[in-house]
């Protein structure tokens, strides 16, 4: 059957509940026509993690990284050599450290852009994110205009729900990404695009090629949120492109804007990679 916006079903979602310490959660429908509430099955016997429709299993979403997890061994074999290689150079405790350092800049980072967005105070952060906070207010949050109000959708029950750290879904797809912000741009030529927005934390910088697999993240969720506010007009409007920006923690940063002739290489190897994920999920679940 060929996909049209008539035929797909696409949801836009939000935590209600936390299954535990990692980011798993119950999800509540904000807008779609997906199920109204999703559920949370972990990784099991080889099969990625997922999401579901509260009583048919048959109605799930994987994230990006179960889609990432599932692709890299086949699309980039050489990934995990290089990985492990690394890991042996610096030692495994250094390794495990610098992967934490990067984890708890990006929390502490998209926490104060999440209160820079609705006006609060930035907040507290320890002495060793230092760096990464004033990459974030020096380096990011400049290139970035504050909508009043902040940019949002209202929910199928008329409440208002900011488009930050929420989730996106396309059932047919079976993909499910968490957004981290949509924001516009601050600065000529780009001033008042409204874009996604994906914030990470890095001890050293990054070259646009060390950076691809975060920018092919940032596309699966833009499409799927496009593909959303084109079914939906009414509801949500779609978004002009995307930006990574990336807090150092030397206390330097950058934001790197990606419109359509920008992002349609990296649209084009995602849809490489989602159809590579349902051919060997397909082949999984037939043995």
């Given at each position: 059957?060929?996909l ?8 836009l ?34 099969h ?101 109000p ?13 488009l ?21 741009i ?8 409204r ?21 092919i ?5 833009l ?21 990574m ?9 950058q934001?790197?804007?990606f ?23 397909g ?5």
């Amino acid at each position: 059957m060929v996909l049209t916006l008539d035929n797909r079903t696409l949801g836009l979602y939000v935590p209600t509940l936390r299954y535990g310490k990692p980011n798993n959660y119950r999800l509540r429908r904000v807008m779609g026509n997906g199920p109204e509430t999703l559920e949370y099955q972990r990784w099991q016997n080889g099969h990625p993690s997922y999401y579901y429709g509260a009583g048919d299993r048959s109605i799930r979403a994987y994230s990006f990284s179960g889609v990432k997890s599932v692709v890299t061994p086949i699309l980039d074999p050489g990934a995990e050599e290089v990985l492990k290689a690394w890991e042996a150079r610096v030692g495994q405790e250094e390794a495990d450290r610098i992967r934490n350092e990067a984890i708890n800049a990006g929390k502490i980072g998209h926490s104060m852009l999440e209160n820079w967005n609705v006006g609060k105070p930035l907040g507290a952060y320890p002495l060793n994110m230092a760096g990464y906070a004033q990459a974030l207010t020096g380096n990011i949050l400049p290139y970035l205009r504050q909508s009043d109000p902040p940019i949002a959708v209202v929910d199928d029950a008329g409440e208002v729900v900011t488009l930050s750290e929420v989730f996106v879904v396309d059932f047919n797809q079976q993909f499910l990404g968490r957004l981290d912000i949509v924001v516009e741009i601050a600065v000529e030529p780009f001033t008042g695009q409204r874009v996604l927005l994906e914030l990470k934390g890095s001890r050293k910088e990054k070259t646009l090629d060390h950076m691809r697999g975060n920018i092919i993240q940032g596309v699966s969720y833009l499409t799927t949120f496009n593909l959303i506010a084109s079914a939906f007009p009414e509801r949500v409007l779609p978004l002009d492109g995307m930006a990574m920006a990336y807090m150092y923690g030397s206390g330097n940063g950058q934001v790197i804007p990606f419109f359509e002739e920008e992002l349609q290489e990296y649209v084009e190897e995602w849809q490489q990679w989602l159809a590579c994920f349902h051919d060997v999920l397909g082949g999984r679940m037939a043995a």
